[in-house]
């Protein structure tokens, strides 16, 4: 069966270091991969797409790489700050609408 | 900036009462979901919705569940008869394209005693 592997340990960090999360999925080839932010009691808010055809996206702070041979991708956010502390997770898919998301990681950003 | 809302926030139930939650998704989009978190554990999808159908839905959207677009901005999600099970937050969530950038409502906070 398909499985989402996120990193389970909470991510410490210190404000202006990078910050790099990890999504491993298994049996199942996703055409692109999703990445959200989730703050507690809130819902999932989008932050990155990328397709089976591109390695690499960034967005202001934030890139994600996408390995299809490794069936990974990594999810970093540079000069972190405070406010970036959350739950990030990610979402492969094959398309067809459903989004199967990971558990999270949680990303603390310590002053 | 366009929004999802849900309605309403929070819901407190008896077991065996059947609840009704709402949402309102962005207007230009066709493509309109169910998801919901149980506490401390991971977002789990419910089910899709197209063209006044359910296009796909997962195990957990038995019988006891339903959805309706009763009119051209609501989207509900109907539980019959709520079990203690069904505590969870319950997200809504809209896209133009089916699966990519989903856009999430604030979540009801469903509690069944």
């Known amino acids: 069966s398909q499985k989402i592997e996120q990193n389970s340990e909470a991510l410490n960090i210190q404000e202006g270091k990078t910050a790099t999360l990890t999504c491993n999925y298994t049996n199942y080839s996703p055409a692109y991969l999703q990445w959200y932010r989730q703050d507690p009691g809130r819902g999932p808010v989008f932050l990155l797409l990328i397709r089976e055809n591109e390695k690499e996206k960034r967005k202001e702070r934030l890139k994600v790489t996408f390995d299809t041979t490794l069936k990974q991708s990594l999810f970093h956010i540079t000069a972190s700050q405070p406010a970036d502390s959350a739950t990030y997770l990610c979402?492969?898919?094959?398309?067809?609408?459903?989004?199967?998301f990971g558990q999270g990681t949680e990303l603390s950003v310590k002053p | 900036e366009p929004e999802v809302t849900q309605t309403p926030s929070h819901q407190v139930t008896q077991m065996g009462q059947e609840v009704i939650l709402r949402c309102v998704p962005i207007s230009n989009h066709l493509y309109f979901y169910w998801y919901r978190q149980i506490l401390g554990q991971k977002v789990e999808f419910l089910v899709s919705?197209?063209?006044?159908?359910?296009?796909?839905k997962s195990e957990i959207f038995d019988d006891q569940f339903s959805v309706e677009r009763p009119d051209g901005s609501n989207f509900t999600l109907k539980i019959r008869s709520t079990k203690l099970e069904d505590s969870a937050m319950y997200f809504c969530a809209s896209s133009d394209v089916a699966g990519e950038t989903q856009y999430f409502g604030p979540g009801t906070r469903l509690l069944v005693l």
């Open positions: 979402a492969p898919s094959s398309g067809g609408g459903k989004l199967i």
């Open positions: 919705f197209y063209n006044n159908e359910i296009s796909e």
